[in-house]
């Protein structure tokens, strides 16, 4: 990563990408264009005002911000900061979400509540935060929420089209031709818009297209007819974007079934509130790893490996994989001798047995519950919320190694990196809260990692059974960590009788490989001289 000072005394340039509506791809052409603008040797950075996403992303001062903010940074070859998503929704039930400003917890809100109360002076904290990456970078590439033309909420819209007003900055519109209707979605979003709003439009993006370009060209020439607003490209449909996705959504289109081909199968627990879903990415990128989601009772089978994941309520969660019938299945599946557990973050809490909530931090209510009562922990919920990057290594007796034999490669013990994001304290228990049907066995457990955060003490950090088959841990990203990885999948492998692999791939290279790909497409099929043109520049 690098820092940039200001190279003149002028402000950056500024674009927008709006949508005419969520997932219409946005995030990703925001970061191709980063990359592309990276590549020809100008200096961007990107900005979204106002971000409602559970994938979140630790800056290196331990702020919180869009996943999607971090990754175009990365994109971009800089540092993220708060400036590029000053303000965060983080949904926790419905209606009700936490809103982090400048990567710190700021207040728990009801919709009514934050569009009453938090919009009306929230202006001034967004244009603060651009203004200081105009003065910083040459160009910044401002990404809108959903659409822009959502009436209801349009007259204190803080993150589309009076955001681009209050920058005077070009917009370009991008619909999803793959979701069938594309020219009524644009059009139809350019016939809710002001006359202003409208002008401000520079250029329509068509984005996942398959098929024959020749027979889309007829509604392309009726299109720019029609408004006056030319196509600035149409982008092809690319599948496996290995680009972090921040909105949940995406995860509709991952599969239920291990793929036949794959010789490891993680299933990973999907409940209503996942959060930094993107840690099973890494693995889902192994040549020999199939990773599929579970939503239903059934569906679980006798995996390698069984993942609860992060969630922004972990009670709640807790609750909903009880009501589906999911606890069964995962005790069914662990009874079988093969199958591994892992906890990360909210999934770790749950392996414990007993989660108590005394101030409402979760859910607004105070609350408790029994956990699934694997490990003999117990959590507690605070209302300090702990975000922090940490560094460290495996403690000397991790469990996690034991599968992994002397000649195979892993002698050494992988060092760690990743972050946190959790309000809860998690805590060895000696006397556990029993379980009301009387099922607790508890296994003898060993710590498993020395980190330290930031400049801090080293200490331990997770838990796991002597024999390395459940475990827990709150660092996010643990399976972007190439070498420990790799170790645990081996160790999954030999347990099936299989040879280690050792070494596939590091996911650094993979991500720079995929910047590179995806902007490599973009730059193909958009008209990107006329791009620079409209921010007044030269291409």
């Known amino acids: 990563m690098s820092t940039f000072e200001p190279s003149s005394t002028s402000p950056a340039a500024v674009l927008m990408l709006q949508g005419t509506a969520s997932d219409v791809g946005k995030s990703v052409v925001t970061t191709a264009l980063c990359r592309i603008f990276t590549q020809d040797g100008y200096r961007p950075a990107p900005f979204k005002s106002q971000n409602m996403a559970l994938n979140s992303y630790v800056t290196e001062d331990g702020k919180e911000i869009g996943r999607a903010q971090g990754v175009q940074a990365e994109a971009c070859g800089i540092e993220a900061t708060t400036d590029m998503n000053p ?32 919009l009306p002076k929230a ?10 990456l105009r003065d910083t970078y040459d160009i910044v590439l401002m990404e809108g929420a959903g659409s822009p033309a959502e009436i209801n909420l349009k007259d204190r819209d803080i993150v589309n089209m009076n955001l681009a007003g209050w920058a005077d900055a070009p917009v370009l519109l991008i619909s999803d031709i793959d979701r069938g209707g594309v020219f009524a979605s644009l059009v139809g979003t350019i016939e809710l818009l002001e006359p202003h709003e409208v002008q401000r439009i520079r250029g329509f993006i068509i984005n996942k297209f398959r098929g024959d370009l020749s027979l889309l060209q007829p509604g392309l020439d009726w299109l720019e007819e029609r ?34 081909d794959k010789e490891l199968d993680i299933a990973v627990i999907r409940y209503p509130r996942i959060s930094n879903f993107t840690d099973t990415d890494a693995l889902a990128a192994e040549p020999d790893v199939s990773v599929r989601y579970v939503t239903e009772a059934g569906q679980l089978g006798v995996p390698d490996a069984i993942i609860l994941p992060g969630t922004k309520d972990t009670i709640g969660d807790l609750l909903e994989l009880r009501e589906r019938g999911l606890e069964k299945d995962i005790r069914q599946a662990m009874n079988t001798g093969c199958t ?11 392996l414990g047995t007993a989660l108590f909530d005394p101030e409402a931090v979760e ?60 309000m809860g304290v998690t805590e060895y228990v000696t006397e556990p809260y029993a379980p009301t049907d009387g099922t607790l066995k508890l296994s003898e457990m060993k710590r498993l990692f020395h980190i330290r955060r930031g400049e ?18 709150y660092l996010h990203g643990v ?56 921010m007044g520049m030269n291409s």
């Open 340 to 350: 591994q557990l892992v906890g990360i973050c909210g999934g770790y809490q749950m």
């Open 363 to 422: 859910s607004g209510l105070p609350q408790q519950a029994e956990g699934l009562g694997w490990l003999a922990l117990s959590t507690t919920f605070l209302k300090e919320k702990q975000t922090v990057r940490v560094q460290g290594t495996l403690s000397n007796h991790c469990p996690l190694l034991l599968s992994a034999t002397p000649d195979s490669g892993y002698a050494s013990k992988p060092s760690i990196e990743g972050y946190e994001i959790h």
């Open 479 to 534: 399976f972007d960590n190439d070498r420990f990885r790799r170790c645990w999948l081996d160790g999954l492998r030999q347990a099936k009788g299989l040879a280690p692999l050792e070494s596939t791939f590091t996911v650094r290279e993979a991500k720079e490989r995929e910047f590179d790909r995806v902007a490599e497409v973009v730059r193909a099929h958009l008209d990107m001289e006329q791009i620079y043109r409209m």
């Open 123 to 132: 202006k001034q904290t967004v244009m603060d935060a651009l203004n200081r």
């Open 87 to 118: 303000i965060l929704i983080k949904p926790v039930k419905d209606m009700h979400s936490q809103i982090v400003v400048h990567g710190v917890p700021y207040a728990y809100m009801s919709a009514s509540d934050y569009r009453r109360d938090f």
């Open 456 to 473: 801090g003490t080293v200490f331990e950090e997770g838990w796991g059974t002597t024999d390395g088959k459940i475990w827990g841990t």
């Open 227 to 260: 408004t006056g607003i030319p196509v600035l490209g149409v982008l092809p449909y690319l599948p496996d974007i290995r680009i972090e996705a921040e909105d949940s959504v995406v995860l509709d289109k991952k599969p239920k079934l291990s793929a036949k």
